[in-house]
């Protein structure tokens, strides 16, 4: 260190700055670990170590899938794929994006999960996913990585670093709910902070009006995490080419066949192909869609709508105004060793 050279008396208060740099640095370190390690916030240990097993392909049965295989921070955390593929290629639906995923109430298409702590758990054990089927599994595995164990028991003082699947789960849920976006041209214009352009301008008030998109997909991120019938679970003609039961298969309740829960929009300019099954490959296949009135089958909630191409454009100028500007793509993290 700079600071051991008595012959620079001003690189010694250097070394005493970084002293108390690192001292500082150290108890802000211990401070940051949240309670209930729920909270996520960047620079937390909890936070730091979700986001290296978010990337790391280790904690795959083949070693070949990691988290961000699928949601790539490159593509707003999706894949860019119809269908994602993941260990032993197996095909399971379109990845949604992640961003903002830390207000979702219920989690998945279906709702079949209320929590990002309890998916992750299934992500990791998922035959499709992560492939390590067993929680003892993906526990010796993270164990036998050793910088692993030091920034478990960082993130885990009070479990003593334990690592478990549920240590795992929550530290990469705590980073998924740092996954944020808020800085699009969108935002900046409701904050009059910034511009939207003419175009965007008229496809807003189309989508709050006449269109009637607004109905389901509703407040800061664009949807009402509510589920519902467009008709778009009929239309799939993906690889599993077959129709998807949604919401009834977690409730059991005949009004919730076919009933997905309305994605949000928020990144939607950047993460083609759309739809559960990655059906439609771009947004003006989307609005052709709302425009036919979904599938036309009884109980479809949308009604046909007609776009002049102009109206078109001003809708798609709309959408892709919700692309948040410092969404960047963050240098993907050192793994431990
Ligand atoms: C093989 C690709 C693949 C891998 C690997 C994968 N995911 Fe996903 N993820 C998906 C797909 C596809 C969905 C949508 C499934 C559905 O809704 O039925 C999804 C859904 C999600 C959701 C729900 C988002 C929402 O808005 O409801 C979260 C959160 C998520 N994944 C996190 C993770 C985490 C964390 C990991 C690693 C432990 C992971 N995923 C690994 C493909 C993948
Ligand atoms: C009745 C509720 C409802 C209305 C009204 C509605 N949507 Fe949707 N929207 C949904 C649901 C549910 C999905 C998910 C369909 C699926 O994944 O199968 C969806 C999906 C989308 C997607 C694809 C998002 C993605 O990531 O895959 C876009 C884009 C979209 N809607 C835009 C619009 C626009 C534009 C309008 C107005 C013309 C509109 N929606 C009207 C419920 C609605």
Not at 61 to 68: D, F, N, T
Request: glycine share 10%.
């Amino acid at each position: 260190m700079a600071g051991r050279d008595s012959s620079k008396p001003q690189s010694r208060g250097t070394g005493r700055a970084l002293i108390l740099l690192s001292l500082l640095a150290v108890v802000a370190f211990f401070a940051a670990v949240s309670e209930d390690g729920s909270e996520g916030v960047a620079g937390r240990p909890l936070v730091e170590l979700g986001r290296r097993l978010f990337y790391d392909r280790r904690l795959s049965r083949s070693g070949l899938v990691a988290c961000a295989t699928c949601h790539d921070p490159h593509l707003a955390y999706t894949d860019g794929r119809r269908q994602s593929r993941g260990e032993a290629g197996m095909v399971t639906a379109n990845a949604p994006t992640l961003a903002n995923v830390g207000n979702r109430k219920l989690l998945l298409f279906a709702g079949s999960r209320s929590s990002l702590e309890s998916h992750a758990r299934v992500a990791l054990l998922n035959r499709g996913e992560m492939g390590g089927l067993t929680p003892q599994w993906v526990e010796d595995r993270v164990w036998s990585i050793r910088g692993y164990r030091v920034l478990f028991e960082a993130a885990f003082p009070t479990e003593s670093g334990a690592i478990r699947l549920d240590t795992i789960a929550r530290a990469i849920a705590a980073f998924e709910r740092t996954i944020r976006t808020h800085d699009s041209d969108f935002d900046l214009f409701v904050e009059g902070r910034g511009h939207l352009s003419p175009s965007a301008r008229r496809g807003l008030a189309l989508f709050r009006g006449q269109a009637g998109c607004a109905r389901c997909h509703s407040g800061h991120d664009f949807t009402d995490d509510k589920f519902h019938f467009t008709g778009s679970t009929l239309v799939g003609d993906g690889p599993r080419n077959e129709v998807f039961p949604g919401r009834i298969g977690v409730t059991g309740d005949p009004r919730d066949w076919g009933r997905v829960r309305t994605p949000t929009l928020r990144e939607v300019a950047r993460t083609p192909p759309y739809f559960h099954d990655g059906s439609l490959p771009t947004l003006a296949a989307v609005l052709s869609f709302y425009e036919s009135g979904g599938a036309q089958q009884a109980g479809v909630e949308i009604h046909p709508i007609s776009l002049t191409p102009k109206q078109r454009t001003d809708l798609i100028a709309f959408l892709t105004s919700l692309s948040g500007r410092s969404w960047v793509d963050p240098p993907p993290p050192s793994l431990p060793e």
